[in-house]
Each structure stands twice: as structure tokens, then as C-alpha cells.
């Protein structure tokens, strides 16, 4: 659903407007993160090491080689998935929040512990869906899990800040009919719009080479992203890339 | 717009349309059941095991139902007892 290229991006685009930002895998096992930010070859200690106090989290933390203000915590290849305890993650959490003005944790797939995890604490949520029925059906239960068995919820505070991320829309498609409309999954979900991400070349481009797709500034993906960082900061920006591309007089009139 | 869009809007709607539809059934029957206890299947087993005792009803024959709204919670339960009187035993 682009859950760790939409963690990067978004992590990537708050520390480029200065703000101290770490990102963490939060998918223990099957560790992606690293290798979108292009920090794969300087992983030396991972979040599970740091939560057994194998090393601090200064050890463990990659300082962004294209922007100081961005730090990545790799996840752990290995180890069992049970290693990110609720108190370990908390500890780390806490201490990365005493320099950090945001911590952006990249939940995995599915609604098993690790997802637990990565949301256990959150104040805001982003959901990344794609127009697809499962995916916006499993965002859905996602809602319903952030709503109910985070740590707001356990103490009866503020609810997490829930926002939507529309992932590989394509306009064309939206205009055949053929694809769910950005309108339709958000009155599905009842949800704030943070963006919609265009389908794009840019992203397999960005994964290909290890660089968060919010640098491409050229492509329409990069600028959605953009966008949503500053809509999440507040920014009143209209929603671009949602229209099908500008055609000329003569296709317009043929309506193809 | 153009044109032919006029023609177009005549055609079969998008498979979009039949998506949107099953989506909001289905989000909106998760979202009922979201909040029932967990103990809600394993009542409404036991309710009808019990009546089973005494009257010959049909396996879906009680339906229970749990709602909530701010104030207060309700569980419906709903016996649907046959025509004739079968009673058991006597």
C-alpha cells in the first residue's frame, strides 16, 4: 500500500522544513526502511538492540546523509517479532522525544504486534490506503484498532488524529469508472484528506535507488507528497493531481 | 466535456460504482460488530439451547442484537417461535 515509501517521504519532507525527525521500522523481520532511505550498507544496531540495551539509541540511529535534521532506526532482520515489547517501545519512544520534534514509526502490514506497536503511542495516524477494495476495507478495521487499543484510548485522552493517504490513484481510471474516487474511499472512511499520491514511475524510481521520492521534485508523486507534509503542518493546500492531465482541443471534443 | 461524453454516460456504469457499494456494507457491518462483546455468539448459542428445551425451534431462530449509542447499551433478543405449539415434554 506504500506504507514505508509514504513513512519516508513524509519523514524525509518534515526535517527538509527543519524539523529533528526520526523514522522507525517498525517491521521486525522483514526490515524495508532502510533500504528506501538508502541506508541499507550503515545499519550497525537496530531498534530490538536498543530496546535489550545492546546499544543506545545513539549507536543505532543513521543520520540522513541529505538532510542532518533526519535520523532512521533500522528494524531488526532477524529476531522474533515479540522482541518490540510495549515497555521497550516506550522507553525509546521517550527517549527519542526529548531531542526529536517527530517521530514518524513505518507500521507494517497487517494488525499483529508490530502494527500494534507502531501505533500504541501515536498522537496522529496517518492511513495509507489504495483505491482497491481490500485495501480500503483493511484501513477500515485499522480505524477501528487505532480508536480502540492504543494508549489514548487505554487512558481515555484525546483521540489519536486520524488522517487519509491515497496511494497509486489513477485519474484516468477514476474518470472510466474503473477505480474508486478519492470522494468515494473518503466517505467511505469518514476521514480527514492528508493527500492523494498520484500513481507514478517516480516511486519505483525512488525505491530503485534509495532515495525518498519527496526529493524527485520534478515528479507528481514527489509534489503530492509535499503537499501532504504541508497540509500535516497545517498549510491550506488544494489538492493537485486529482484531474486527469490537460488534453488538446481536438481529444477534448472526441471526449477520449 | 466533451461530446461523446454525452453518449458515454449511457453506457454501463464502472466496476468503481459496484466497488463503492460492497464497501459501504461491509465498513458499515464491520463497524457494527466493532464494538459487541466478545461473549455475543457463545449467549446466543446458549439462549438457544436452552429454549430448544422446551419449544422445537429452528437453529437461526433467535437472533441477538447489540447496540450502543452514547447514553446506553441494548441487547435485542429475538425468538421466533413456530406457528403450532410443539411443546416438549408436558
Do not use: W
Not at chain 1, 38 to 53: K, L, Q, W
Not at chain 1, 145 to 155: F, G, M, P
Not at chain 1, 173 to 187: F, P, Q, T, Y
Amino acid at each position: 500500500m506504500g506504507k514505508t515509501t509514504t513513512s519516508a517521504a513524509l519523514a524525509m519532507g518534515l526535517a527538509q522544513r527543519g524539523h529533528r525527525t526520526a523514522v522507525i521500522d517498525f517491521d521486525v523481520g522483514l526490515r524495508n526502511l532502510d533500504l528506501i532511505m538508502g541506508c541499507e550498507r550503515r545499519v550497525v544496531y537496530d531498534f530490538v538492540n536498543v530496546i535489550n540495551g545492546e546499544a543506545n539509541i545513539n549507536q543505532a540511529l543513521i543520520r540522513d546523509k541529505r538532510c542532518d535534521a533526519l535520523y532512521v532506526l533500522p528494524a531488526s532482520q532477524t529476531r522474533d517479532k515479540e522482541a518490540l515489547t510495549k515497555d521497550g517501545v516506550g522507553r525509546v519512544l521517550e527517549e527519542l522525544g526529548k531531542t526529536f520534534d517527530y517521530i514518524v514509526c513505518d507500521s507494517p502490514a497487517g494488525i499483529e504486534h508490530g502494527a500494534h506497536m507502531a501505533m500504541y503511542y501515536a498522537d496522529d495516524a496517518v492511513v495509507v490506503t489504495n483505491p482497491e477494495v481490500s485495501s480500503v476495507r483493511d484501513s477500515d478495521r485499522m480505524l477501528g484498532i487505532l480508536s480502540s487499543k492504543s494508549r489514548r484510548a487505554e487512558r481515555n485522552e484525546a483521540p489519536i488524529r486520524e488522517y487519509l493517504l491515497l496511494t497509486r490513484y489513477a485519474p484516468e481510471r477514476v474518470a472510466k469508472g474503473e477505480m474508486l474516487s478519492v470522494n468515494d474511499v473518503r466517505e467511505i472512511l469518514s476521514l480527514d484528506l492528508l493527500g492523494v499520491i498520484p500513481e507514478s514511475k517516480a516511486v519505483l524510481n525512488a525505491s530503485n535507488s534509495g532515495v525518498p521520492v519527496i526529493l524527485d521534485t520534478e515528479s507528481d508523486a514527489g509534489q503530492a507528497y509535499h503537499d501532504a507534509v504541508g497540509r500535516y503542518l497545517g498549510e491550506d493546500l488544494p489538492h493537485r493531481f486529482l484531474e486527469i492531465k490537460k488534453k488538446g482541443f481536438f481529444s477534448r471534443l472526441m471526449g477520449g | 466535456m466533451g461530446l461523446l461524453d454525452l453518449f458515454r454516460s449511457h453506457r454501463q456504469r464502472g466496476t468503481a460504482s459496484i466497488a463503492k457499494e460492497r464497501l459501504q456494507i461491509l465498513v458499515a457491518h464491520d463497524r457494527a460488530t466493532r464494538n459487541q462483546p466478545s461473549y455475543l455468539p457463545r449467549l446466543q448459542q446458549e439462549i438457544l439451547e436452552v429454549i430448544r428445551k422446551y419449544v422445537d425451534v429452528d437453529m437461526n431462530a433467535v437472533s441477538v442484537n447489540y447496540e450502543q449509542d452514547e447514553t446506553r447499551e441494548v441487547l435485542e433478543l429475538n425468538i421466533v417461535l413456530p406457528e403450532a405449539t410443539t411443546t416438549k415434554g408436558g
